[in-house]
């Protein structure tokens, strides 16, 4: 993780998977972030607690660098940048 101002970052996908249940949230992901060219920011947007630990796990996992979460109204915003 790093120290960059998540309010202030340029997202270039964002992804709602708001009321989606895990793993749905994860899926989402894996989807949008094939939207993404290197070195750009996927956001997801979520409200399933589950997603704030599978996220970081998955995108380390595949190569990719989780930039942090921050909370919203109601849900989560996530953001990864995809570095492969």
């Known amino acids: 993780m790093t120290d960059l101002d998540l309010n202030a970052i340029e997202v270039s996908v964002t992804v709602d998977a708001r009321g989606s249940a895990c793993p749905g949230p994860l899926l ?16 997801i947007y979520s409200n ?3 997603t704030l630990k599978d996220i970081p796990v998955w995108a380390k996992k595949v190569g990719h660098e989780y930039l942090g979460s921050l909370k919203a109204d109601g849900y989560d915003k996530i953001f990864v940048r995809r570095n492969k």
């Open 28 to 43: 989402e992901a894996k989807k949008g972030i094939g939207k993404v060219r290197v070195g750009e920011i996927l956001e």
């Open 48 to 50: 399933d607690p589950g």
